[in-house]
């Protein structure tokens, strides 16, 4: 088996052949096109069976995976970390994109159950979404920030409710106490408060579409207790298909609720900070909300703090139970759409 390991860039790849031992066999500087994508295949058929390894920079890679996966090649997807683990311990010196590209095969040769590539599908649209509305609501608290500041410059004794500009009635409310008002501060205090209302409609419409493409990609994972529509959209969306892990002890490493061994002669482990950091947040609100509302999870923490665990130790082992119950959830649905594929929402590949 040959692997052809790829530092991508925006303007060029670099594609580096090894051999099952890592001996470097050919290296080949594409354009970072079609064409230049297609040239790159072309040069790879001089080997019977080969790999492709890319670095997991998706933005740049995307368009490199979707070619390689249409014309039948195998990819595998490697962490940056694992490349530049394996450069630094590699003879030769230095960083350059030959070197990078040789240190990403060779991570792929070393490190078994890589996450493999596959074509985009809903899982895509769904995180593109889930994002593209986490940046409107960054931007729409930035602008309600500057607005509050005008607000109280007008009228120091006007009471905005917190939170409270996410709403039409307050909006229009502020938008009538703005009349009584002249001046460039009420001028730029009224086009903010119309962006703000443009962009909550906005926000609002994409939490609409997010919430039809989750209920019908996950909807076993909406019946989790404490499990809303945002928090499953970006689950859906950095997991991208469970049925790249091979267990759920892989996946809970992928978002950092498996503890870290740092033992030697008693078995001890650590927290792990590592991770993906989006789906810990989402499983820690989970975990929350359960808590909160009382049930199975409000019990299993209340059981552990009697038994001399502190709440927070509790919430982290609450976390990794929530993990399990996702992937088993998550591999349940995706089998299902995979078996029925349920209109435009068909498993991509």
């Not at 670099?14 to 050919?26: N, S, Y």
């Not at 602008?143 to 996410?166: A, F, Q, T």
Request: aromatic letters at 4%.
């Amino acid at each position: 088996m040959i692997v052809i390991g790829v530092d991508a860039h925006k303007s060029t790849h670099t594609f580096v052949a090894v051999d099952e031992v890592g001996r470097k066999l050919a290296e080949l500087t594409a354009k970072a096109t079609t064409d230049g994508h297609l040239s790159a295949i072309e040069w790879a058929t001089q080997w019977p069976q080969l790999q492709f390894a890319l670095e997991d920079c998706r933005h740049v890679t995307r368009r490199l995976e979707a070619d390689l996966l249409n014309r039948g090649h195998a990819v595998v997807r490697v962490k940056t970390q694992l490349m530049a683990l394996h450069r630094r311990s590699a003879r030769e010196p230095g960083k350059s994109d030959p070197i990078d590209a040789h240190a990403v095969a060779m991570a792929a040769l070393r490190e078994p159950n890589l996450p493999i590539a596959r074509l985009d599908g809903p899982a895509r649209e769904v995180k593109l979404l889930s994002d593209h509305r986490h940046d409107l609501v960054c931007e729409r608290t930035k602008l309600i920030s500057r607005l509050r500041w005008h607000l109280h410059e007008l009228d120091p004794e006007l009471h905005v409710p917190l939170r409270g500009i996410r709403h039409y009635r307050v909006m229009d409310e502020l938008a009538d106490r703005l009349t009584h008002f002249t001046g460039v501060v009420a001028q730029i205090a009224g086009e903010l408060l119309s962006r703000c209302r443009q962009m909550t409609r906005q926000i609002n419409d994409l939490e609409r579409q997010i919430r039809d493409r989750v209920r019908v990609l996950a909807p076993s994972l909406l019946a989790i207790p404490g499990c809303g529509v945002l928090s499953a959209a970006v689950i859906i969306g950095e997991t991208a298909g469970a049925h790249r892990f091979h267990s759920k002890d892989a996946y809970a490493k992928f978002n950092g609720t498996a503890p870290i061994p740092v033992w030697s002669a008693q078995e001890r482990v650590r927290l792990n900070r590592g991770g993906n950091r989006t789906v810990n947040a989402a499983l820690h609100a989970i975990a929350i909300t359960q808590v909160a509302r009382g049930g199975l999870g409000k019990a299993y923490v209340a059981k552990l703090q009697a038994a001399g665990k502190t709440r927070r130790e509790a919430l982290r082992l609450l976390r990794r139970r929530i993990s399990d119950r996702v992937f088993q959830v998550l591999r349940a649905d995706e089998s299902e759409l995979g078996n029925t594929a349920k209109g435009p929402f068909a498993v991509a590949a």
